[in-house]
């Protein structure tokens, strides 16, 4: 059987659910308990490459060993940031004063961004390959593949085709550029709507190419997330987009094929990581409270079925 990931950053369960979108949902879908990774993350909340590590191995980061922790951190200091640059309030001044104009703004979001300046290993963490698990001897989902085609997928492998890739560092320009001050909140917004949409026709072109196993990864839901998350227009976009694209995907591809949607966590209105992530298939598994870790040998089961 064909397997086709669809892997969205902080795709959040509330937002699925409150949007109405049914697509994302497909026949089962649900909340995945990622508590247990907020030990193993420079921030106190589940961390991305950490979390997506856990998922293609089916093992937790003490067994990967790949893990983040917090160096030389005051815990009550990361409260009073926390509270003071990553909350409502913040991101509705930032939202409604022009940032370009506003040099305490800009310094808000500088500071509302620097929750890795304590920690070591951060972007090495990021740009683990396929080598790292071979030479610690750790079996993935891609090794029950014949012939997968990835996109792209933190912790495993970076984008490898000349067009994700130039897309992708697009969106992380744009993102810089907002955390910088360099273009407004609505600016931001337009533009990485229109690279998400660049993304999405993207994976459908790579849709048609010959494989098994399908991984396509996208993190601007994160980016948006992290300043927007509690201005419902927003994020509604992104929610939509993301509903349709699933809705298109279903189209083009055969009926036995099992597609998963996931995420690595959600979002809370204040732009911090979740406990919980989302996880949707178009088979019924009857799964009850799973772990992100569950669906190494679900996938490598269906990859194995005639």
């Not at 959040?12 to 949007?19: A, D, I, Q």
């Not at 390959?129 to 997968?148: H, V």
């Not at 997928?153 to 994700?164: D, E, N, R, T, V």
């Amino acid at each position: 059987m064909k397997v086709c990931i669809i892997a969205l950053d902080a795709l959040e369960y509330e937002l699925v659910e409150r949007f109405y979108c049914e697509n994302l949902k497909q026949r089962e879908y649900g909340k995945i308990d990622v508590t247990e990774f907020k030990q193993h993350s420079p921030t106190g909340e589940p961390f991305t490459p950490v979390v997506w590590s856990s998922f293609i191995t089916g093992k937790m980061p003490n067994e990967t060993g790949i893990t983040i922790e917090p160096v030389d951190s005051s815990p009550g200091l990361e409260k009073v940031k926390r509270l003071v640059f990553r909350s409502d309030l913040a991101d509705r001044i930032v939202d409604l004063l022009s940032i370009r104009r506003w040099k305490l703004i800009k310094k808000m979001r500088r500071l509302r961004h620097g929750r890795f300046s304590g920690a070591r290993g951060v972007k090495e963490a990021w740009e683990i390959g396929e080598e790292y698990y071979k030479k610690m001897k750790l079996k993935t989902i891609f090794d029950s593949s014949k012939n997968p085609v990835v996109v792209a997928l933190p912790a495993y492998k970076s984008y490898a085709q000349m067009a994700a890739r130039e897309t992708h560092t697009a969106v992380k320009e744009t993102w810089m550029k907002f955390t910088k001050g360099e273009i407004t909140g609505a600016e931001f917004i337009q533009k990485e709507t229109k690279l998400f949409e660049k993304e999405i026709d993207e994976a459908l072109v790579m849709l048609e190419e010959k494989w098994d196993l399908f991984v396509f990864y996208t993190k601007i839901i994160d980016y948006v997330g992290h300043f927007f998350a509690w201005n419902t227009k927003a994020m509604w976009l992104f929610y939509e987009r993301a509903d349709k694209f699933i809705e298109e995907l279903g189209n083009r591809i055969r009926d036995d094929t099992f597609i998963l949607v996931i995420s690595d966590h959600g979002m809370k209105k204040n732009g911090v990581h979740s406990d919980h992530a989302f996880y949707s298939t178009n088979i019924i598994l009857g799964l009850t409270k799973p772990k992100i870790t569950d669906f190494y040998g679900i996938i490598a089961e269906k990859l194995a079925a005639k």
